[in-house]
C-alpha cells in the first residue's frame, strides 16, 4: 500500500476525479482523466506528500504545463503536480514530507485554476509499470485498496 500525506495547503473541492471525460482524454491515448484536480486558487502552496526525489521539472505549453515529479523509491511511486505557477525544487533534489514543492496555477492544458494530482507505482529503477492500463500507468490516488492517506492538516478532504 502506497502512503501519501497532505498535497496542498488549504481546503479545496475535488473538482474532476479519476478516469472522468473520456472523450477529452481519447487524444491522448487515455481511457479518461489520469488523476485527481482540486479546485485551489493560483499561488495555493503545494507540498511533498513523501519523501523522495524530485525526478522531473518541466515546463509545457499543453498537458501538464509547469509540472514537477517525485519519486518514492522506498514505495516504489511517483507522484506529480501539475498546472503549476512555480517550482520551489530542482531536478534530483531529495525533498521530506511536507516540504514546499511550488505554487499552483492554471498552466498547460487548463480550463482554470487548480492542481491536478497524479500517482503512479513503479519498479524499483523508477519506470512506470502496468502502462497499459488505459492510463499510461496513472491509478487513482483516491483508491482507498491502493492508498493510504495520512492528513495531517485537519482541515484537508483528502480521504
Not at 10 to 15: A, E, L, V, Y
Not at 89 to 115: E, I, P
Request: aromatic share 10%.
Amino acid at each position: 500500500m502506497i502512503e501519501l500525506r497532505d498535497i496542498f495547503v488549504g481546503d479545496f473541492r475535488i473538482s474532476q476525479k479519476f478516469g472522468a471525460r473520456p472523450s477529452v482524454y481519447k487524444k491522448w491515448g487515455l481511457n479518461g482523466h489520469d488523476g485527481v484536480d482540486w479546485a485551489c486558487p493560483n499561488g495555493t502552496k503545494l507540498v511533498s506528500p513523501v519523501d523522495g526525489i524530485v525526478i522531473a521539472v518541466k515546463h509545457d505549453k499543453g498537458g501538464y504545463g509547469t509540472h514537477v515529479k517525485i519519486w518514492d523509491k522506498g514505495q516504489r511511486a511517483c507522484v506529480l503536480f501539475g498546472h503549476m505557477k512555480s517550482v520551489n525544487v530542482r531536478l534530483w533534489q531529495s525533498v521530506k514530507v511536507g516540504q514546499l514543492v511550488g505554487l499552483s496555477d492554471n498552466t498547460g492544458y487548463s480550463t482554470g485554476a487548480h492542481l491536478h494530482f497524479g500517482l503512479c507505482q513503479t519498479n524499483s529503477f523508477g519506470f512506470r509499470i502496468n502502462r497499459n492500463n488505459g492510463y499510461l500507468g496513472w491509478v487513482n490516488p483516491l483508491d482507498r485498496k491502493l492508498v493510504k492517506w495520512v492528513v495531517t492538516n485537519p482541515t484537508s478532504p483528502i480521504p
